[in-house]
């Protein structure tokens, strides 16, 4: 497996299978071509014999110089038990780090166990929100009129 910066072409494979790596979950608007476009330094693509099985898009916040955010991440579901996402979070630590960085922010729905056992694994804390859905603690309509996230933090 390789692992390299994204490329504004790359977004070209990587959007018509977004929906087919989350089951027909309709998430390709959650990933315009912009951030291919805008912020190659910090995104990474995880290759195999040629072939995408995996991307991280992340970027530095330019409103919290010291801190860096996770926007968006898939792994091909053929290869999710072989770390993939783990590495590619990794090497956005590194990458960070190098510019500065000690806290790392993602954010999940609260109904994406996955995600949330991924993040708590990886060293991220649950941010307290302002309510608690299932025994977790959300942000309500944080990314619009009743859609709740869950918000992690990491400090490097």
Do not use: C
Not at 13 to 33: C, F, S
Not at 93 to 98: S, T
Not at 102 to 127: L, W, Y
Request: proline share 3%; glycine share 8%; hydrophobic share 40%.
């Amino acid at each position: 497996m390789r692992i390299r910066n994204v490329i504004a072409e790359d977004y070209y494979y990587i959007a018509p299978v977004i929906n087919d790596w989350w089951g027909g979950r309709q998430m390709m608007d959650m990933l315009p071509k912009l951030f291919f476009d805008h912020f190659n330094d910090t995104s990474f693509i995880a290759e195999k014999d040629g072939e995408y099985i995996g991307f991280l898009i992340g970027f530095l916040s330019q409103s919290k110089p010291t801190e860096a955010y996770i926007h968006f991440v898939g792994v091909h579901p053929e290869f999710r038990s072989a770390s993939i996402g783990k590495k590619l979070y990794e090497t956005f630590f590194k990458e960070v780090q190098l510019r500065g960085i000690t806290r790392v922010r993602a954010v999940t729905s609260p109904i994406n166990q996955t995600s949330i056992s991924f993040h708590t694994k990886m060293g991220f804390m649950i941010e307290t929100g302002d309510k608690v859905v299932d025994g977790l603690s959300v942000y309500s309509n944080y990314d619009g009129i009743g859609q709740d996230r869950v918000l992690f933090l990491k400090d490097l």
